[in-house]
């Protein structure tokens, strides 16, 4: 799986977007970008995912840039419940091993 | 069932103690994973199972881990002579056949006093 960097915190306003960056520059044309969170004491929740288009769920966006080099997760209004460890993961579809979890980035959103 | 079940979902345990912890993916999942997270600390893979392919092991942290699969379905995670570094919250996932979207329990938090 290439390799990602995700800043280690930030912070966002509640009500405001989040915008949380990740940099995927050694993905290859196979490779998927995933975004999982985990909040507090619970279990990674899946968010999204996307190979070159922009996605969109009941969750977030996710933005990938043309050259596939990085993506940005949104998290159009963020609440107090987003507060959470979000992971960027590239990987490719049926890739038959485990899935590794990196550093991620702390999001504190506050009031 | 609606999702992955762990049990129990608190282990208090002596040191040199064997535990059992049990994870029931969803139905139909053919992979399960099973990874560990201490406290502060990031996911640790531990052991990945697919279908009826060999159980990759590499992340089990020494012998005194072990992790079975029954019938494809239930996975048994054991282990023995515990050390209060075994102490941390034990996470099972199971996804769909060729699928990267891992379903998360809620974990075994387990205690080696």
């Known amino acids: 799986d290439a390799k990602t960097t995700q800043p280690p915190s930030m912070d966002c306003a509640e009500g405001r977007a989040a915008n949380l960056p990740c940099n995927h520059s050694t993905i290859s044309g196979n490779e998927y970008v995933y975004w999982y969170r985990q909040i507090h004491s619970q279990g990674p929740q899946y968010i999204i995912h996307g190979l070159k288009n922009n996605e969109t769920n009941e ?24 507060t959470a460890v979000y992971y960027c993961i590239v990987r490719v579809d049926n890739a038959g091993n485990m899935l590794t979890f990196g550093g991620g980035t702390r999001l504190m959103v506050k009031p | 069932g609606a999702g992955v079940s762990q049990s129990p979902s608190n282990k208090v345990t002596e040191k040199g103690k064997d535990v059992e912890l049990r994870c029931d993916p969803i139905s139909g999942h053919t992979a399960l994973y099973w990874y560990r997270q201490s406290l502060g600390q990031g996911l640790e893979f531990l052991i990945y199972f697919q279908g009826n392919s060999a159980p990759d092991k590499s992340g089990l ?17 054991t282990i023995q002579r515990t050390q209060q570094e075994d102490s941390a919250v034990y996470l099972c996932a199971s996804s769909a056949q060729g699928q990267e979207k891992l379903f998360f329990g809620s974990g075994t938090q387990l205690s080696v006093l």
């Open chain 1, 59 to 82: 969750m977030a966006s996710l933005i990938i840039t043309e050259d596939r080099k990085s993506s940005t997760l949104i998290l159009p209004h963020a609440t107090l419940r987003d």
């Open chain 2, 61 to 77: 942290p020494s012998d005194r881990f072990s992790a079975e699969r029954t019938g494809g379905s239930v996975s048994t995670l």
